[in-house]
């Protein structure tokens, strides 16, 4: 059974920079044509793609976020990372690791961790 689960800080100050990890387990991270994903949902409003990184190291990113994001692999871990940098209080939100159905950004998700909260607050 793959799981997911996201770790970081819940609180971060803005300006600094947010690192959040994804942890996975029942799969490795570079199995062929398996595709993973950071989404966000600030309060009240709807899911927002961040980016994705592909199991051969191919990333993506959300036009809105690129500047600020990167995702990274650490194979060794099975995890994968997001940082966001120069953080405001609009990236207060719940962040989300997945895994796409296949290697086609517009396959969706077929699995998904529970999401963790964070924060942007002075």
């Known amino acids: 059974q793959v799981q997911l689960q996201e770790s970081g800080p819940g609180l971060v100050k803005p300006s600094q920079t947010l690192s959040l990890t994804c942890t996975i387990s029942?799969?490795?991270?570079?199995?062929?044509?398996?595709?993973w994903t950071w989404i966000r949902q600030p309060p009240g409003k709807g899911l927002e793609w961040m980016g994705a990184?592909?199991?051969?190291?191919?990333?993506y990113y959300s036009p809105s976020l690129q500047s600020r994001s990167s995702i990274w692999k650490d194979t060794s871990k099975n995890q994968f990372t997001l940082q966001l940098i120069s953080v405001a209080p609009e990236d207060t939100a719940v962040y989300y690791c997945?895994?796409?159905?296949?290697?086609?950004?517009?396959?969706?998700?077929?699995?998904w961790g529970k999401g963790t909260l964070v924060t942007v607050s002075s």
């Open positions: 990184i592909s199991y051969s190291d191919s990333t």
């Open positions: 997945a895994k796409y159905r296949d290697s086609r950004l517009d396959s969706g998700m077929d699995y």
């Open positions: 029942g799969v490795s991270i570079t199995t062929n044509s398996y595709y």
